[in-house]
C-alpha cells in the first residue's frame, strides 16, 4: 500500500496527462492520494491524528455554513461536486502524508521512510525534466513518432517551448518556486537525512538554470525575482533586521527602475513597456486574460456588499465574475478576445485566483479567518510563499496549502531540530538558507 502512496509522489510532477480527469490542471497524483488514504483508514479501522480531523472539520463548516447561500444565489450543481471532490482530493493529500509518516514500528522504519519521500520527489522531478528534454530534442530533430506519442500523453502541447510534464510553461515556476521548497522544508522539519534535503535542493538548483536557458515564460522571471527577495528578505530578517529593511527598499526601486527594460530584453516583442503596468499585461494575451478573469472577479464582488461579507456559496463565483464582466472589459486592451468572449456567458470557477474566489464564495470574514488559522510565524517564509502563489492558481486540490499545513502540524512531532546547526556539516547554499529558518525557530 505504502507503494502507491511513493507512486503518488513521483506522479506530482506531471500534471499535463490526457487521461487525467481535469482538462486544465491535468494531473491524477490527488486521486491516488485519495485512493490511499482511503485503503489506508480502512487497514486503520478510522483512526487518524485530532491534528488531522481539526482542518477537515472546519473545511465542512465552512461548505455547509456557505451552502445557506444559496437560497440567494442558485447554484450549478455540478460546479458544487467538482469543487467539493477537489477539496476532499486536496485533504487527502494532507491525510496521506499523515498516514505514510505515521505507519512504523521502530526509529529506523520511521527515517526509512522520511528518507524514501524524499527520495520519490527527486526521482520524480529527475524523471520529468528528462521526459521534458527527451520532447525538446525530438521537436527539434522532427522525430515524428516520439512527438505522436508525446501528444497522445499530453493534454497540452507548446510545441518548442520547454514545459518539462507540467500542465504549460509557465506552471514550471508553480514546480520550482513552490513545490520543491515546500519539500525541502517539509524534509528539514522530519528531520529527513541531510543527504537527501541537499540533493532536492541542488536539483532546484539545476531546474532553474535550465529554465533560465530556454526562458519560456514571462512569468518565470516574475516569480524568481519575488522568490530572491522574499528568500533575501527573510535570511536577513533573522539575522540583521536592519539589512533587511535596506535590502527591501533599494531592491524595490531597482526592479521598479529596470523591470521593463530586463523584460524586453528576456522576451522581445512580447510585452509593451512604455505605458504602465496595466499596459504591460494588457499587451500579452496570456497574462491579459488572466487578469481580466481576477479583474472580473473583484469589480462583481464589490459591487455586492452581501457577497463581499458573506460570499455567494461554495463554487458559486461565477455569479460575480459575470457581474463584473462589463466593469472588467472596459479595461481590457489586448486583441486576444476569443477566451474572453468565450467565458462571458460559462458558469466555470476557474478564475485564477484564490484569494479573490475565496472571498467571492465564503465571504470577507471567512477569507480573513482562513489566513489567520494559517499564519505561524515559525514559517513565515513559506506563508507568503502560499500567499504569492495563490495570486495565479485556485485549485482547492493544489499541494502547496496542504503541505504547508502538514509542516505546520507536525513540526514538533518528529522532533526535527536534533541536528539543524547549518556549521556541522557542509550543506549546500539553498539547504543552509531552510537549515537556518528552522535552527532559528528553535532558538
Known sequence: ??????????????????????????AVSPYFFFLYALLSLFARRGKVTNKITTPFIFMLVVIMVSCIRFFWYEPEFNLVVRNFVALVLGFSFLLSLSLYLENYSSQKELQYRKNNLLNMVFYGYVFSLVYGVV????????????ISLYELIQSR???????????????????????????????????ADKFFVNRLSVLMVLYFFILLFFLDSARFMLDFVVFFYLLMVFYFLYNKPFLALSVMLISFFIVNSVAPAILELLVPGRFDTSGSLLAIINS???????????????????????????????????????????????????????????????????????????????????????????????FWFLYVLILYFYLQFDSFAFYLVWLYLFIKFYSDRFNPYASCDGNEVKLFFLTKFFYSLVSKVRQ
Open 157 to 191: 502541447n507548446y510545441g518548442e517551448r520547454f514545459q518539462f510534464s507540467f500542465t504549460e510553461p509557465s506552471f514550471s515556476s508553480l514546480h520550482l518556486f513552490g513545490i520543491l521548497p515546500f519539500f525541502i522544508m517539509l524534509g528539514v522539519v522530519i528531520g
Open 1 to 26: 500500500m505504502d507503494k502507491l502512496f511513493l507512486f503518488a509522489v513521483f506522479l506530482i510532477p506531471f500534471d499535463n496527462l490526457s487521461f487525467a480527469p481535469s482538462s486544465g490542471w491535468a
Open 135 to 146: 520532447y525538446i530534442v525530438a521537436f527539434k530533430l522532427n522525430v515524428s513518432p516520439v
Open 284 to 378: 500579452d494575451a496570456s497574462s491579459a486574460a488572466r487578469f481580466f478573469r481576477s479583474s472580473a472577479l473583484y469589480y462583481g464582488v464589490m459591487s455586492d456588499d452581501g457577497v463581499f461579507l458573506w460570499g455567494a456559496g461554495l463554487s458559486n463565483a461565477w455569479h460575480s465574475f459575470h457581474s463584473g464582466f462589463d466593469a472588467a472589459f472596459t479595461n481590457y486592451t489586448n486583441g486576444y478576445l476569443a477566451e474572453i468572449l468565450s467565458a462571458r456567458d460559462k458558469n466555470e470557477s476557474n478564475y485564477f485566483n484564490m484569494h479573490l474566489r475565496l472571498i467571492s464564495e465564503f465571504g470577507l470574514f471567512v477569507y480573513l479567518l482562513v489566513l489567520y488559522l494559517l499564519f505561524d510565524k515559525r
